[in-house]
């Protein structure tokens, strides 16, 4: 009886013990299986602009996850070892719709990933006139971007709400200038190389500021803005000073004595704003620093020049050349921008870098960051959520 009892108990040792190896044994086959569908990462993506996603469909999926797993569970059944539980595969499901790259979430995260350990490049600098247009309307119809609002920055808005610091934008972690500083490292713009590979448009980060399809009217439209801020602080500026506000005023008296000569003082300081910007925005497309504060030092145009009205192709530099480049005025207007049209226009970029150099029939929504899948072994269930 004791004999009995003794053999009983170890069956039931021996079958628990096999249940516990099973489950096991089909939870490692299960994330292996998780695992091996990531590390069929899309190249291109990882090696050009750092983002790690897997270009596929549900059904594909599934099917990979279905050849792993019962690969892995046949050998088990039909190997030579011994096994008391024969894993059966009764089920299995799959789910990429919260891991699209496509949702700017996503998207944002796998940008901050990548910038804790950034793979550092030199690139060279230099003046190019960018000349991509893009008419290929499967191409536009496709963008990311294709539903955003059109009218997503606006310079006089930025300024009524006030600029941000100099120091906040250098020295600051938040996500906000992660995101800015990967753009500003991997996409090109009017006076500077930084993408790893050729790119369909030149003006890329002038792209994601305006989501136009030519470089040349995303040059435009940031020249345009960079000269309408200019001509509110300049106009500022000459208001505050007064010393330049004194000359103003006796210009006007002398060129309209009487009442008229507040009419003129106010024509005069916008000519004289008017000028000053139109050369700072030479000075800046030639690769020069343009305060973004003017004070007596870095002032370039006295009142009587900018009155006369003189045209040259040149421009003038003043005493002070201390102040912002393009670059930085292109890291101003994107801290300033939308976060999501910022986002999706850098998709933009990057579906049509690589679908031109890599892979036609590359799109950004066709790529996922993970997944999330479940199945049925033997009555057991199991759940797994696999991503970078």
Request: glycine share 4%.
């Amino acid at each position: 009886m004791i004999w009995v009892s003794l053999i009983m108990i170890a069956v039931v040792l021996v079958n628990v013990s096999a249940i516990a190896s099973n489950y096991s044994y089909c939870d490692c086959v299960m994330q292996l299986a998780g695992r091996a569908v990531l590390s069929e990462y899309h190249k291109a993506l990882k090696e050009q602009y750092g983002i790690m996603a897997f270009k596929s469909y549900e059904q594909e999926v599934r099917d990979r996850l279905l050849f792993y797993v019962n690969s892995s569970l046949k050998e088990k059944a039909t190997g030579n070892s011994l096994t008391l539980i024969k894993p059966i595969l009764s089920s299995l499901s799959c789910d990429l719709r919260s891991y699209s790259l496509a949702d700017a979430n996503n998207f944002e995260n796998d940008i901050i990933d990548y910038m804790k350990y950034p793979k550092k490049q030199k690139n060279e600098e230099r003046t190019y006139q960018g000349k991509g247009e893009l008419i290929n309307h499967k191409i536009i119809n496709n963008l990311p971007s294709k539903n955003l609002e059109e009218e997503n920055f606006n310079i006089g808005t930025i300024l009524s709400n006030g600029l941000p610091s100099w120091s906040e934008l250098i020295h600051s972690n938040t996500r906000k200038l992660i995101v800015d500083r990967y753009a500003l490292e991997n996409f090109n713009y009017r006076l500077g190389m930084e993408s790893k590979g050729e790119t369909f448009f030149k003006n890329e980060l002038e792209y994601i500021l305006y989501g136009k399809l030519s470089d040349r009217e995303n040059q435009d439209e940031f020249i345009k803005d960079f000269r309408t801020m200019r001509l509110i602080l300049n106009s500022a500026h000459i208001y505050a000073d007064f010393e330049k506000r004194n000359q103003v005023l006796e210009m006007a008296e002398l060129m309209t004595p009487g009442p008229q000569a507040a009419i003129t003082a106010v024509a005069l300081a916008e000519a004289w704003a008017y000028a000053e910007t139109r050369n700072d925005a030479k000075l800046l497309v030639a690769g020069e620093n343009v305060a973004l504060y003017k004070n007596k030092q870095n002032w370039a145009l006295d009142l009587e020049s900018a009155v006369s009205g003189t045209k040259t192709d040149g421009y003038i530099k003043s005493a002070d050349s201390k102040g912002l480049n393009y670059k930085d005025y292109i890291r101003l207007f994107l801290y300033c921008e939308q976060r999501e049209a910022k986002l999706m226009r850098m998709m933009d970029l990057i579906q049509i870098n690589i679908q031109g150099n890599f892979d036609e029939s590359f799109y950004i929504k066709d790529c996922y960051i993970g997944l999330k899948y479940e199945a049925d072994i033997n009555g057991q269930e199991y759940g797994y959520v696999e991503n970078y």
